[in-house]
C-alpha cells in the first residue's frame, strides 16, 4: 500500500544506513583526535559448570585482562545456567590472552571452550 512508503523507508534507513553512517562517523572521529577506533573482542565460554554466575565469570577473565561485561545465559523458565556465556574483553590483547589461557582449562571438572564470539544470526 502506498502509505506504508514512508514508514519503510524509515526503518530502511533505521536498519541500514545509521550502522553504517554511525561507525564510519566513530572511525573519521576518533582518527581526527589521534586515537584509533576498534570495537571490543566479545568471547564465547561454553561448557561452563551450571554453579558460574555472572559476577564469578568476570572475576576467572579479569586474571587474562580488563573485563568490560561477563553474562552467564540462563533458562528463561527454569533461571538455571544453560552451560555457556559471553564475556567482552576491553582489549584484542586481552581477549588473546584469554582465549590462550582458558581454553582447554579445566574448571571444576569440565574441560572449558573459549573462542571468538560469532555475530548473533538473524
Known amino acids: ?14 536498519l541500514i544506513w545509521f550502522p553504517l553512517v554511525s561507525r ?9 583526535l589521534g586515537g584509533e577506533y576498534k570495537l571490543n573482542t566479545k568471547l564465547y565460554v561454553g561448557n561452563l559448570p551450571y554453579s558460574i554466575n555472572d559476577a564469578q565469570l ?21 533461571g538455571r ?14 581477549a588473546k590472552k584469554a582465549i590462550e589461557t582458558f581454553n582447554g582449562s579445566d574448571m571444576e571438572g569440565r574441560k572449558l571452550v573459549v573462542n571468538e564470539a560469532r555475530p548473533k544470526a538473524e
Open 1 to 14: 500500500m502506498w502509505y506504508n512508503v514512508p514508514v519503510r523507508i524509515a526503518y530502511f534507513s533505521v
Open 24 to 32: 564510519w562517523f566513530l572511525e573519521k572521529a576518533s582518527n581526527f
Open 58 to 78: 568476570m572475576e576467572i577473565f579479569s586474571q587474562a585482562g580488563n573485563v568490560v561485561s561477563a553474562v552467564v545465559i540462563t533458562d528463561r523458565n527454569t
Open 81 to 94: 545456567s544453560k552451560g555457556f556465556g559471553f564475556v567482552e574483553m576491553g582489549d584484542e590483547e586481552s
